[in-house]
């Protein structure tokens, strides 16, 4: 099994920045591909940006490319979500997942295996 914990989000004004950290813990060898979802009320989950193994690779949903960058540090199992210049329909609850199965650039939340609990980003106008 691997654990995932988020952290680092909380309550900021539009064009504020923040960065998210996802801690990978377990059985990390089995950690391929990480991604960032997100969830608003109402809201069906939707994918933020991935990032294979190596994190030569990165794919981001149109609605944050340009103002957000994925990154991780597999040495110390955690991934990361660089958020700048945020708008209020940023927010959402946002969830680290991983890949156990080294899919082909999974980008739907069903080629995930692990998920985090969630950390909340709210942006006020």
């Known amino acids: 099994q691997v654990q995932l914990v988020e952290s680092g989000g909380g309550l900021v004004q539009a064009g504020d920045s923040l960065r998210l950290s996802c801690t990978a813990s377990g059985r990390t060898f089995r950690v391929y591909a990480m991604g960032w979802f997100r969830q608003a009320p109402g809201k069906e989950r939707e994918l933020v940006a991935t990032i294979n193994r190596s994190g030569g690779t990165t794919y981001y949903a149109d609605s944050v490319k340009g103002r957000f960058a994925i990154s991780r540090d597999n040495a110390k199992n955690m991934v990361y979500l660089g958020m700048n210049s945020l708008k209020p329909e940023d927010t959402a609850v946002y969830y680290c997942?991983?890949?156990?199965?080294?899919?082909?650039?999974?980008?739907?939340?069903?080629?995930?295996?692990?998920w985090g609990q969630g950390t909340q980003v709210t942006v006020s106008s």
């Open positions: 997942a991983a890949d156990a199965w080294d899919r082909a650039s999974p980008r739907n939340a069903q080629e995930y295996d692990y």
